[in-house]
């Protein structure tokens, strides 16, 4: 079956530092992929849309220059976290668009991101 | 704006009983509809989905009914085992929002053995 791995897959680092995050369809090409966050019990909240060949759309209250999107190829979307700070800290989860699958969405394992 | 779905409530059940979990929407347009099991530390994983012009449909050990009138989504397992234990989220799908989906609340099931 279709897959998306995110990779990585766990990453701790300093306030103020960036941090990018991978999203890679392994065995379908993905036009467009999403973005989500979900906080500690709670549901996955989306942040954009990520179109591959042009700029992603970013959700109300998302600030596209925290969080960087880069879709450059048919299989690949990257989410940069700007200058993170603790209040960042989430689990961020991908997923894509599979036009041939019976599914509308195919989700990676996640990102846990925590920021010091 | 629209919202689906109940904030994250807890479900305990014993292994080998059955188990139903719940979901509330609120967008009429909605015509699909997807449920999604996610264990710690892990993305969603697709259980089983269903489209608006259908009120049930059934996969292996799981059964999703759905109430247009009320718009009320549920999730039905059947000889819930210890490896059912998880979050169970419902996701909606409006008739004109591409492959977009709005995720509601999330209910945590707990299986006892």
């Known amino acids: 079956g279709a897959v998306v791995s995110q990779h990585p897959s766990w990453v701790i680092c300093k306030s103020g530092t960036s941090v990018k995050i991978e999203c890679r369809s392994l065995?379908?090409?993905?036009?467009?992929m999403f973005w989500y966050r979900q906080f500690p019990k709670q549901s996955l909240m989306l942040m954009a849309t990520?179109?591959?060949?042009?700029?992603?759309?970013?959700e109300q209250g998302v600030e596209k220059d925290k969080f960087l999107i880069n879709h450059a190829s048919l299989t690949l979307s990257t989410l940069t976290v700007t200058s993170a700070h603790p209040e960042d800290s989430s689990f961020y989860i991908c997923?894509?668009?599979?036009?041939?699958?019976?599914?509308?969405?195919?989700f990676g394992d996640g990102t846990r991101l925590s920021i010091l | 704006g629209e919202s689906v779905g109940l904030h994250l409530p807890t479900l305990s059940v014993q292994e080998g009983d059955n188990s139903i979990i719940n979901c509330a929407y609120s967008?009429?347009?909605?015509?699909?509809f997807i449920w999604y099991k996610q264990e710690s530390g892990k993305g969603p994983q697709f259980i089983i989905d269903?489209?608006?012009?259908?009120d049930k449909r059934q996969g292996q050990r799981v059964t999703v009914l759905l109430n247009k009138t009320v718009k009320h989504l549920s999730l039905q397992i059947a000889a819930t085992q210890p490896g059912d234990s998880a979050v169970y989220f419902c996701?909606?799908?409006?008739?004109?929002?591409?492959?977009?989906?709005?995720f509601g609340g999330g209910t945590r099931l707990m299986v006892k053995p």
């Open positions: 997923s894509a668009r599979d036009f041939q699958g019976a599914q509308p969405q195919h």
């Open positions: 065995d379908f090409q993905a036009t467009t």
């Open positions: 990520s179109n591959e060949g042009s700029k992603a759309t970013y």
């Open positions: 967008n009429s347009a909605s015509d699909y």
């Open positions: 269903i489209r608006s012009n259908m």
């Open positions: 996701a909606e799908k409006g008739h004109n929002a591409g492959n977009m989906l709005t």
